[in-house]
């Protein structure tokens, strides 16, 4: 008979494997998620884990490794992913971890799905209409913000006109932390990988994005952090001072790439330096504490 602690053990495992990657790949979402519920943090954790993984096997690292056939690549992870909460263990701690928390936090198989078809748009299509856009940042990242809404409220009772209003606010969050990142990254994903996600800019070789796109690119997801806001005070302190925090990082690395002329944006990463995102992160984690003291009083 073995010992339940053998199941424990692997399941502790699994969750610092999730972990981990996060730290490796988003020291951002690493700070933000440390302002989170220890079971929260874990299961965002496993969350991104999973996303992370197949992110990475359509943006080059595959490649790199000469795998041969990354779209078989991809459904075979799809498949693996979307069934993981069916069983209690898996020898890949990655997917161990994440169906734990997908059975915990009862995922919608949808969001799954979308993910993964917006992940294969990156095979094969470079350029976006609007509405190839706006599908593409559904998968990629909205559904993202309302798997996380999931966690957040697993254990949460709210009604349906809040449920409606953080809905909203999660699908604005992850819209505006795609958008962040296509602009972040506009130079690696135009050089490197050929593509040119914003609908109607096309930054051939020697192109430079101009002032004007890049100023309703950051107008664009301004209304969008401004969107999620208001639905983040629904949210259970704690929960709130993470998300809050994330927020906050990205909105800061918005300022600072509209303070970076849109000519430099197309040769160089604009980074939000290690020592800020430690004070917003800490200024985020302070507003939470008072807050959650104000209301015991």
Known sequence: MSSPRFLRRYDAMSRDAAAAVMKRYSTSFSMATKLLPRKTRDDIRNLYAVVRIADEMVDGTARQADVSDIAELLDAYEHAVLTAPEKRFHSDPILHAYAETARRCHF????????????????????????????????????????????????????????????????????????????????????????????????????????????????????????ARA???????????????????????????NATPAQTLSTTRVRVPRHRKLILTARAARHALSHEEGSHR
């Not at 559904?138 to 209003?165: K, N, P, R, W």
């Not at 990988?193 to 051939?204: K, M, Q, T, V």
């Open 108 to 227: 919608d198989p949808g969001h799954i799905t979308a993910f993964f078809s917006s992940m294969r748009r990156d095979l094969e299509q470079t350029t976006y209409t609007q509405h190839d856009f706006d599908d593409y940042v559904y998968g990629s990242a909205e559904v993202i913000g309302l798997l996380c809404l999931s966690v957040f409220t697993a254990d949460m009772t709210v009604s349906e006109a809040e449920h409606d209003q953080l809905t909203e606010g999660a699908r604005s969050l992850g819209a505006a932390f795609q958008k962040v990142n296509f602009l972040r990254d506009i130079a690696v994903d135009s050089r490197l990988l050929g593509r040119s996600y914003f609908p109607g800019i096309d930054l051939a070789p020697g192109q430079p994005l101009d002032e004007t796109a890049k100023d309703a690119i950051v107008a664009d997801i301004r209304a969008d952090l401004a969107a």
């Open 231 to 257: 639905p983040m005070q629904l949210l259970p302190h704690r929960v709130r001072a993470g998300v809050c925090a994330a927020a906050d990082l990205f909105e800061e690395l918005t300022n600072m790439i």
